[in-house]
């Protein structure tokens, strides 16, 4: 090793799915929505003057910033954007997680908590979901140095109930709580209606899913206007054009359809109805998701065979190598003729192979 080595600060990256990009494929594999964003983002793309391209974008999200407030009802102070949630996130845990006591996240979750708290050198600790892969409330109500939760879950898809969740920000209010709701459009309760009772609660959300703009990169935080404030010297600190200006027409357009919006979850949230049939006639058992995603084992097919078989026939679904959930599959929801075609696969090649 190189002298010089010794002192570089050494992390274990997050790996991201695979994006793989050949014509008849199905990518099932990292949670995007199978529809197009709505018309409206299309049309404010193609009104970006190159004078907008030329200059540097609002560093304070101004328009999309204010369009979200609008949507939930809260004051402009209280909404931060960045660049995917994953941005926000990263961005919280920075600000946030500043205390020498642990940081507590599940043991099954999104596998980015542990990437920035060691990147940041936060300490943390990971309470186990139970045997139904429920996180378990008794376990977060303890002295901490801040929570992170997903609702649903990832990659479970399992919602907790706001009950549950109050309970746990409650119990902790010296230390920050986010509530990462990734997923949250397709049919959970958001945390934001316990915003007015919690100053330590922070709401994180994303455009990548529900709102069908994954490459577009758009997150936001919603909370306490203090809170925000301390978010926004962390990026000013950082970068403060985050954002591109493409992004922020984007999302601000996406906001405003409301109807395009809408319809687009409840034809997901119905195709992930239908599939959880399929499955289940299949024989596959799984979390009862409030996601776009489902996290499917099968008792006589293991994970990682199917997986592989599943590649070979061009349809990518997400495999995780990891303890307690290498024979699961998380399969997000495309649309009725995608899903359609990954049942006739599955129906086929479980007849043939067990
Ligand atoms: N939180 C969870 C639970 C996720 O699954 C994801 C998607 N990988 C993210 C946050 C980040 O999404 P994005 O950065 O695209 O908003």
Redesign the pocket.
Same mark, same amino acid.
Request: proline residues 4%; aromatic residues 16%; without cysteine.
């Given at each position: 090793m190189p002298a010089w080595e010794k002192n570089i600060r050494k992390v274990i990256p997050y790996t991201p799915g695979e994006q793989p990009s050949r014509p008849n494929m199905i990518k099932l594999n #990292?949670?995007e929505n199978p529809y197009p964003p709505s018309p409206a983002v299309t049309k404010a793309l193609q009104e970006l003057t190159p004078d907008s391209l030329r200059r540097y974008p609002d560093p304070g999200a101004e328009a999309l910033v204010q369009a979200l407030a609008d949507y939930y009802k809260v004051s402009s102070q209280q909404v931060f954007a960045g660049v995917?949630? !994953? !941005?926000v996130?990263a961005m919280s845990f920075l600000a946030f997680f500043n205390s020498k006591k642990p940081i507590l996240f599940p043991d099954i #979750?999104?596998s980015?908590y542990d990437v920035w708290a060691d990147l940041f050198r936060i300490p943390y600790e990971c309470p186990p979901l139970d045997e139904e892969f429920q996180i378990r409330t008794g376990d977060y109500l303890r002295e901490c140095g801040g929570i992170v939760l997903?609702n649903p879950n /990832?990659p479970t898809g399992l919602e907790k109930s706001l009950e549950e969740l109050e309970k746990i920000i409650a119990a902790n209010p010296e230390v920050i709580v986010i509530i !990462?709701e990734?997923?949250i459009d397709f049919g959970g309760d958001s945390a934001l209606l316990l915003l007015p009772k919690y100053e330590n609660l922070l709401v994180?959300q #994303?455009?990548?899913?529900s709102r069908s703009l /994954?490459g577009m990169?758009?997150?936001y935080a919603i909370g306490n206007e203090k809170l925000i404030k301390y978010l926004n010297d962390a990026k000013y600190s950082f970068n403060s054009y985050t954002m591109s200006a493409a992004a922020l027409a984007a999302g601000t357009a996406a906001v405003g359809d409301d109807t395009y919006f809408k319809e687009t979850l409840q034809k997901i949230i119905n195709t992930r109805e239908r599939t959880k049939k399929e499955l289940h006639r299949l024989g596959f058992s799984f979390p009862d998701s409030k996601s776009n995603f489902i996290f499917a084992t099968h008792p006589k097919c293991p994970a990682g065979k199917l997986f592989e078989a599943l590649k070979q026939a061009d349809i990518y679904v997400r495999y995780f190598h990891k303890p307690r959930i290498d024979n699961y599959l998380r399969i997000s929801i495309g649309t009725d003729a995608q899903m359609d075609e990954l049942i006739r696969f599955l129906e086929h090649y479980l007849g043939e192979s067990l």
């Open positions: #990292t949670n995917g949630s !994953d !941005d996130l #979750t999104y980015f997903p /990832a !990462d990734a997923y994180v #994303t455009f990548s899913k /994954a990169r758009i997150g």
